[in-house]
């Protein structure tokens, strides 16, 4: 049988121990098992649900009860809190295949793909020229273009 508690602090070592109140000065310590590849402590006032190892005494957190982001069925929503548990960044993995990194208000873009682009847009103002009455044949233009978007690359995010 489980039992709701009160998450009062982390020890995080090799894994994530908790200290948990489950009734008035009642303190019990639980490692927190979550799911593999996810590292997130609970912070102090999260609720919590701890079940006893069968025959042990000791206890495990083997859940967080979490505010609802606005996932819907399908959907995965990861974020992050600060220590007053404000939501400071979000991934949302939406059933529209669309993934949205701290909102959408922007779109992503293809770095090589705008890269190839960009440099054509370049090489061919380079080397156009106009041809005027009063100057005769061709001439090509008297600036030259440098600009570069190399330095907009974030190497961090991969795209398809």
């Known amino acids: 049988m489980g039992r709701i508690g009160r998450w009062l602090l982390s020890k995080i070592e090799t894994y994530i121990e908790g200290v948990i109140e489950t009734r008035i000065n009642e303190a019990l310590k639980c490692l927190l098992y979550g799911a593999s590849g996810d590292d997130s402590p609970p912070l102090p006032e999260d ?31 990861l974020y992050s809190r600060d220590s007053n548990g404000t939501i400071k960044s979000t ?28 440099d054509q847009l370049k090489s061919d103002y380079n080397l156009h020229s106009h041809a005027t009455a009063a100057t005769g044949p061709p001439v090509p ?20």
């Open 47 to 77: 609720r919590v649900l701890i079940i006893e190892k069968t025959g042990s005494g000791s206890y495990a957190v083997c859940g967080i009860l979490s505010v609802s982001q606005g996932a819907n069925p399908g959907e995965k929503i």
């Open 91 to 118: 991934i949302k993995l939406l059933s529209t295949g669309i993934l949205e990194l701290n909102g959408n208000s922007d779109f992503a873009v293809a770095f090589n793909d705008l890269k190839i682009g960009f």
């Open 141 to 160: 233009p008297s600036i030259i273009s440098t600009a570069s978007i190399d330095a907009s690359k974030v190497s961090g995010v991969k795209l398809p």
